[in-house]
Every structure is written in C-alpha cells, then in structure tokens.
C-alpha cells in the first residue's frame, strides 16, 4: 500500500513546473511562518529539499535570522541534528539531500519544533516517507518537539496505513491550508 502511495505521489509531484513548485513552497512558507508554533520555538529541524519536494532553502534562511537551526545528517542507519548558521553549509549527502558539512550536534531533547518531509500524509498525521525510517527514529527521542510536516495539497490522501513505528505529525502545511492532525 504505501509503495502504491509513493508511486502515485511521485506522479503528480512530476506534473508540476519548476514554478509551481516555487510559488506553493513560498504560500507554504508563509504559513510556517505565521504557526504560533514555529513563533515560539527557539531551535528547529528543517529538512533541507531535493528537487520536488516542498523547497525549504528560503525558509531556512528566513529563520535563520532569529532562531537556532538545526539540518539532519545521516550517519549509517541514523540521523543526527547540526546546527548551521548558512545554507551555504549544506552539500550532498546521503541520497542526494543537503547536509550539513560540520557543525555542532544539536541533542533531540533541545529542539522545539521539526519540519518533516514526506510523501503522502492523512488527516491523523499518519506520513508515508521515503522508506528508510530516519525520522521515525528520530522523532522517538524529541522530548516536547512539535512535529510540523511540508507538503503540497495534493499528498493529502484519504488515508495512510501506519505501522506501532510510525510516528505522527502534529500539523501539516499546505499552499491552501494548516491541517491540525487528530489522532
């Protein structure tokens, strides 16, 4: 089933211009922007985009302006926190995504609010990801993060089968609307 999800999510993302794509990631963060729970976080995870998905590069360098972030770095089957104090820190790592270079490892119990990706997500805040469970992982030792994932409307299914692993997101954002997940 949610190899079926990503394929179909794939789909429409690659139906989308390159504007598109900017003009929803700009609406998107705008929305972000304005969560009283990004306002009152003094350190977020940001994921860092590859080409399709909902583009946090802008994002990143807005809120670095005022708050501590923080970029995930794959280290074998895990995923670590750096803070970055410039996008310009960022190379390709593992699977192509942006990661940060160096920098101070940012411990999970000291940040406020994480911004996940994914493919496809449902109104309880179930996610389909990529399926490697990085952020799974993760997200087991945030302590009082809130969980706030990116994504276009149309990954807005229905439903999403979720597994005793999966961890749920709290919101999700879109170019339309903020979707506060019941679960």
């Known amino acids: 089933m949610k190899h079926k999800i990503r394929c179909a999510a794939r789909e429409a993302k690659q139906r989308h211009s390159a504007r598109e794509i900017a003009e929803k990631s700009k609406a998107i963060a705008e929305r972000l922007f304005r969560l009283p729970e990004y306002k009152k976080a003094k350190t977020i995870m940001f994921y860092a985009s590859k080409k399709l998905e909902v583009q946090t590069l802008a994002a990143i360098k807005m809120a670095l302006r005022e708050k501590n972030v923080a970029v995930p770095l794959v280290k074998g089957d895990d995923m670590v926190a750096i803070q970055i104090t410039g996008i310009g820190e960022l190379v390709p790592g593992a699977f192509a995504v942006p990661e940060p270079r160096r920098g101070p490892e940012i411990r999970p119990k000291d940040i406020d609010l994480v911004i996940v990706p994914g493919v496809a997500f449902d109104a ?24 706030v994932a990116l994504a276009y409307e149309f990954q807005i ?10 961890v749920r ?3 999700i954002i879109t170019e339309k609307r903020t979707v506060s997940c019941a679960g």
């Open 169 to 171: 997101v709290h919101k």
């Open 157 to 166: 299914v229905p439903s999403v089968p979720a597994e005793c692993h999966d």
């Open 124 to 147: 309880k805040g179930n996610r389909v990801g990529y399926g490697k469970g990085y952020y799974d992982k993760y997200l087991k030792k945030t302590i009082r993060a809130k969980v």
